[in-house]
């Protein structure tokens, strides 16, 4: 079965260390490949996206994403987070011939301290 | 526990009739999002409930598109005269909280692709 997967449920961090949230994906066409954030108290929002072209993406506040097709994943970083980075990341992917139908990832909770 | 319920998987319309998406939230969840991907585009925001209201809905369409979760029953998208433009996939979540209640965790339904003739 299709799925996407987050290897960590909860990470926590320092302010300006680095971050890198895995997901690995196991569809096996071509893909569009999500990162959404949701910070406390708001709905989620989209943080960047792959289509095709470059497979490093960059993304709203400082984040940035590969996209490693060998290896089916597609990880989030930013090289130094704030305190304002606490929140949950999904990562979600779609199968282009399947039209714009998401699946999810369960989600990382980014706890980062002052 | 079964997680979030939406049905139908896909429905077909033709322009001009009504689509109806249905979402029933985790067991013990009060609190509804309805998300909109059109294709080739993100997830946008549609409209957060609770139980029988409408708490947020600045991102819905302001005419045709309305939403409910009544007391009983899963929370309904409804879509009056349909246009291709409606064509999506809509996305439900629900949680157990709202916002800064703490661990307000969303769970994604599969979602239900609306197809506009």
């Known amino acids: 079965a299709q799925s996407v997967s987050q290897h960590n449920h909860h990470v926590i961090l320092s302010e300006a260390a680095s971050l890198e949230l895995g997901c690995n994906y196991s569809?096996?066409?071509?893909?569009?490949l999500f990162w959404y954030v949701q910070y406390p108290g708001q709905h989620l929002q989209l943080l960047l996206k792959?289509?095709?072209?470059?497979?490093l993406v960059k993304g709203i506040k400082g984040f940035e994403a590969e996209f490693i097709k060998s290896k089916f994943s597609f990880n989030l970083r930013k090289p130094s987070v704030q305190w304002s980075d606490t929140a949950e990341y999904f990562c979600a992917v779609n199968l282009k011939a399947a039209g714009n139908k998401l699946t999810f990832g369960g989600g990382t909770r980014v706890l980062v301290k002052p | 526990n079964a997680g979030v319920m939406q049905n139908p998987r896909h429905l077909v319309r033709r322009r001009g009739q009504e689509a109806r998406l249905r979402c029933s939230p985790m067991k013990g969840h009060s609190h509804v999002y309805w998300y909109r991907q059109l294709p080739e585009e993100g997830l946008k925001f549609m409209v957060y409930?609770?139980?029988?209201?409408?708490?947020?809905e600045s991102g819905m369409p302001k005419e045709r598109f309305s939403a409910e979760f009544p007391k009983e029953g899963p929370s309904i998208l409804r879509i009056q005269q349909v246009v291709r433009g409606d064509s999506a996939a809509y996305f439900c979540?629900?949680?157990?909280?709202?916002?800064?209640?703490?661990?307000?965790?969303?769970?994604f339904g599969s979602g239900t692709q609306l197809s506009v003739l």
């Open positions: 979540a629900s949680s157990p909280r709202g916002p800064g209640q703490g661990n307000e965790k969303l769970f």
């Open positions: 792959y289509f095709s072209g470059d497979p």
């Open positions: 569809y096996g066409g071509t893909v569009n």
């Open positions: 409930l609770q139980k029988e209201n409408i708490i947020d």
